[in-house]
């Protein structure tokens, strides 16, 4: 647990952002939209909506996403206990949601997208 604070959040930032510009572009995008969603939420204590984007497997209408280095992220914390609206962007397309962060025993975390609800 003790990775909080081992990867830089302005370095997260800039990944994320160069992985979005990436997953928008004519020659990349088709291939990283297949694999990679964004999640956009509305954080549970600053109100503010956020965008970030989550690897990410589908079938029908669940999708799940399992959160890597899970101590050093906090947006997953928004889907604990009984979950909240997320919408995915996959593929090109919106979809709301709703979403179930879930910790097992080893520590690895697991968020399931309901996109019937």
């Known amino acids: 647990m003790g990775q909080r604070g081992s990867f830089p959040s302005g370095l997260a930032r800039s990944f994320n952002t160069r992985i979005m510009a990436l997953r928008s572009s004519p020659r990349w995008g088709r291939f990283l939209r297949r694999h990679l969603a964004v999640v956009t939420y509305t954080g549970r204590r600053s109100g503010r909506t956020f965008s970030t ?44 949601g709703h979403a179930v962060a879930r910790r097992d025993d080893r520590g690895r975390v697991t968020v399931t997208v309901d996109l019937t609800r």
């Open 53 to 96: 984007p989550v690897a990410y497997r589908q079938t029908g209408d669940a999708v799940v996403i399992q959160v890597a280095m899970p101590d050093a992220k906090q947006w997953w914390r928004n889907f604990l206990g009984e979950g909240g609206p997320i919408s995915l962007n996959l593929d090109g397309a919106d979809r709301a």
